[in-house]
């Protein structure tokens, strides 16, 4: 007994040797403290008061109060988005908010600010638009992943989350059906074939107008559209014209005629009128000289025109092909797969046969896993490829296509997964390889696996060191539009706005259903939805301040949402950057159909749910979750109260004391965007009602109308709207969420963004060199330790 009572008296002595000194710094600092806490919290929060059922002075030590997290917790998200103290009461400084703030992050949360705690990663799947992306740049194919894979889970608003991104036995099943799909389609096991090739539509012109593109030729204004195409060799060859018509949802009297003709000779013609089809063709065949002397073309031309009502039709060009030599004297792999099959056919000697396959499949696995393939596997690959070729009836094509399916269906593929050198040690935090790097990078912006440059870069080490040059080089392909409509299209939920049910025959007073949905149709809320992300492009690309997105006195409108707006001088399909006049009711998101659809119910506007969605998305304070069984607002609105304005509903639905609080900072941001109806149209009545957008945020700003809204969340609440942004990013960029740890690192990007212009691409550079994207924890995951994996 005297053996074991001492060594627990030493070891307790020891313990509290080593904590003594942080327990006594922890209290000088919270005596530091405690006087702020007093004079700006205790009214409501202390000294016997519980406010909201929250009392900030209820400890018996110290200690013990500094353990109590969910209490300092509250207390930091409240301080930090400037909820408390309320805006009627005296405020805290600059210096004293940082200082509240600085002690809870240091001596409660266990901040090292030096050194942030780049949080979990999760090892996740690829989502459906990565999947299809990845097997589009890796095999040069368009692959319908919706019409195999089932639709993703989301989490935190985004379908990038690991925690939703795992791999059951059934999905692991779709994914090799799909794997055998995408090999079919891709690697040509009939060998070398008759050459057919894709022209650049770009390449296409009319000297009327630099504007004019075979993507939009109007039956209503005869085109020609002229290319000078290379040709390789002197033969006969078949010309194929994809295309489809466009203009209206419904039937329409309107018709063309579509021609193709070479130099001066027409070589075929087809009358065109009103068809629903997805896809259709136009063919010919003529022989074609070696060289880029002749001439291709493609003309419209007017037939009948639509009757009154109807609208005009025009043909999108898909794709222009040529095929040939048609009498097969030259023969080559597909395009798409020339860059495996780079020495052309394989030789018929086995010793060479087996260099080629290594060759093909050290090259598509290497890019397949996004680090080169070590030769372990490689061999297992090739020996794969060469019993499948050795079997009777098969090629060396049908070897490698068996090699590339296993690829397909590896972990190593499907999931984003990093090497850790020191696995199973959280408290160690490193930054990632460069591999896994350029992988986040790609996956981000690309939302595929990297290009041969970043491959490059990050197998020399050098990728860190021209971060910000290849950021930019990204950000100038195509291939970050995929960026923009995923971050977009979850962010401002502009993926919705075409599927969004919305009851047009009430929303627009229309008896007639067809009639409703010709007026809001599918080509009005694709242009919806393409106003948002073009004009989020635009300010990322432009390097615009990022608060632009609030305020812009420009926007992205092609002439049917023009009109839809009310804006003149707007013509034709396209979408482009229009300035708005001076009084439009238009400008910034909150401003913008695809705002107004989304965050509406199917017959009426929901101010709750616009107003929630901008305390989430642009203020980063999202409210606590609803309380349970709350009934609709419908259901405030009978009897006498039918017709009551929908402010004086909102007060009567949310008088419930559980429910004021959190109406209180929702009801008037959502009240101020009433004059927008549920598809985006200006109303200045409702229920014959004026309607009043005056209101307060709850930080004290007042403002008496939308436009004024957005001006206090740009200027006043900048800060918020930069912080909500940068957890936006970082949210979508890394798979998880926001957790209270992450603050320096938010708080880093945010300040150095506003050191440097607050713009947009600012803001996307600090997300890309924060720790969370740049760094990881110790801990293992299924390829922690040997580049090979399982």
């Known amino acids: 007994m005297n053996c074991l009572f001492s060594r627990h008296f030493l070891f307790t002595t020891a313990l509290f040797a080593v904590s003594l000194p942080s327990l006594v710094a922890d209290e000088k600092a919270f005596d530091e403290i405690e006087p702020i806490l007093m004079d700006f919290c205790y009214d409501c929060h202390g000294d016997g008061m519980d406010k909201g059922d929250f009392a900030m002075d209820e400890y018996d030590s110290i200690a013990k109060h500094l353990q109590n997290f969910d209490v300092w917790f509250e207390s930091w998200k409240n301080v930090r988005s400037n909820l408390m103290p309320p805006a009627d009461k005296k405020q805290l400084s600059d210096g004293q908010r940082g200082k509240v703030l600085a002690f809870i992050e240091s001596k409660v949360f266990k901040i090292d600010h030096e050194n942030p705690d780049p949080g979990r990663v999760t090892i996740r799947r690829f989502n459906r638009e990565e999947y299809r992306y990845t097997i589009k740049d890796l095999l040069n194919i368009d692959f319908g992943v919706e019409d195999i894979l089932p639709a993703d889970d989301t989490g935190y608003g985004f379908d990038t989350i690991g925690d939703v991104l795992s791999i059951s036995p059934l999905l692991m099943e779709k994914y090799l059906e799909a794997a055998e799909q995408v090999v079919k389609k891709a690697v040509p096991t009939d060998g070398p074939e008759i050459q057919e090739w894709w022209l650049n539509k770009d390449d296409f012109r009319d000297d009327r107008s630099e504007s004019w593109s075979v993507e939009w030729l109007p039956f209503s204004h005869a085109r020609k559209m002229e290319g000078n195409p290379w040709i390789n060799f002197d033969g006969e060859y078949e010309i194929i014209l994809d295309f489809r018509i466009s203009g209206s949802e419904e039937a329409s009297s309107h018709s063309g005629t579509l021609k193709v003709g070479l130099g001066d000779k027409e070589l075929t013609s087809r009358k065109l009128g009103w068809d629903n089809s997805r896809s259709l063709s136009l063919k010919t065949k003529t022989t074609m000289k070696k060289g880029r002397d002749q001439t291709l073309w493609i003309a419209t031309e007017e037939g009948e025109k639509p009757n009154e009502g109807e609208k005009e039709l025009a043909v999108v060009v898909d794709s222009i092909r040529i095929r040939g030599p048609l009498d097969g004297s030259q023969k080559d792999y597909p395009w798409h797969m020339r860059y495996l099959f780079s020495e052309g056919p394989p030789s018929t000697d086995e010793k060479a046969r087996d260099s080629y396959r290594e060759k093909i499949l050290r090259r598509f696995a290497t890019r397949a896993f996004r680090r080169p393939v070590d030769d372990r596997t490689l061999q297992r690959l090739v020996a794969i490829a060469r019993q499948v070729d050795m079997q009777a009836g098969n090629s060396f094509e049908d070897g490698i296509a068996r090699a590339i399916t296993a690829i397909l269906v590896s972990p190593r593929f499907l999931m984003r997964a990093e090497i850790q050198p020191e696995p199973d040690n959280p408290g160690k935090v490193v930054p990632i390889d460069e591999y896994a790097l350029a992988s986040r990078l790609s996956y981000f912006l690309w939302s595929s696996t990297p290009d041969e440059e970043l491959m490059r870069l990050a197998g020399e080490g050098k990728l860190r060191a021209s971060w910000r040059d290849q950021i930019n080089r990204m950000l100038k392909d195509d291939k970050s539009d995929r960026f923009i409509r995923n971050f977009v299209g979850q962010w401002l939920m502009a993926r919705d706005v075409q599927t969004m049910h919305i009851d047009e025959r009430r929303v627009l007073n229309i008896r007639d259903l067809g009639q409703a949905r010709r007026t809001f149709s599918g080509q009005l809320r694709e242009s919806m939805r393409k106003e948002s992300e073009e004009f ?14 609030l305020t812009a006195r420009y926007t992205y409108l092609n002439e049917p949402l023009a009109e839809w707006y009310g804006v003149e001088g707007v013509k034709g399909k396209n979408m482009r950057k ?136 740009a200027t006043a609440r900048y800060r918020d709207f930069h912080r909500a942004l940068a957890e936006k990013l970082l949210t979508f960029s890394v798979g998880r969420g926001i957790e209270y740890y992450d603050a320096p690192t938010i708080d880093k990007i945010v300040s150095d963004t506003e050191n440097r212009g607050a713009t947009l691409k600012e803001i996307l550079y600090g997300v890309l060199e924060s720790a969370p994207f740049q760094k990881r924890r110790g801990d293992g995951d299924m390829f922690a330790t040997t580049p090979g994996g399982h």
């Open 536 to 549: 989020f492009a635009h300010v990322l690309r432009e390097n615009r301040p990022a608060t632009e997105l």
């Open 578 to 713: 229009v300035d708005l006049p001076k009084d439009s009711k238009r400008g910034g998101i909150l401003s913008q159909a695809t705002f107004h659809v989304v965050t509406s119910n199917p017959t009426r506007t929901s101010p709750v749910k616009r107003g929630l969605f901008v305390l989430e998305n642009f203020l980063a304070t999202p409210p606590p979750p609803a309380v349970p069984d709350v009934p609709p607002l419908e259901e405030t609105a009978k009897g006498d109260k039918k017709n009551l304005p929908l402010r004086e509903l909102l007060a009567l639905h949310s008088e419930e004391k559980m429910c004021a609080s959190c109406h209180a900072r929702m009801d008037p941001i959502g009240l101020a965007l009433e004059n927008y109806n549920p598809v985006g149209l200006w109303r200045d009545t409702y229920n014959g009602q004026p309607i009043d957008g005056s209101g307060k945020l709850m930080t004290g700003e007042q403002f008496g109308n939308a436009k004024e809204l957005s001006k206090i969340l």
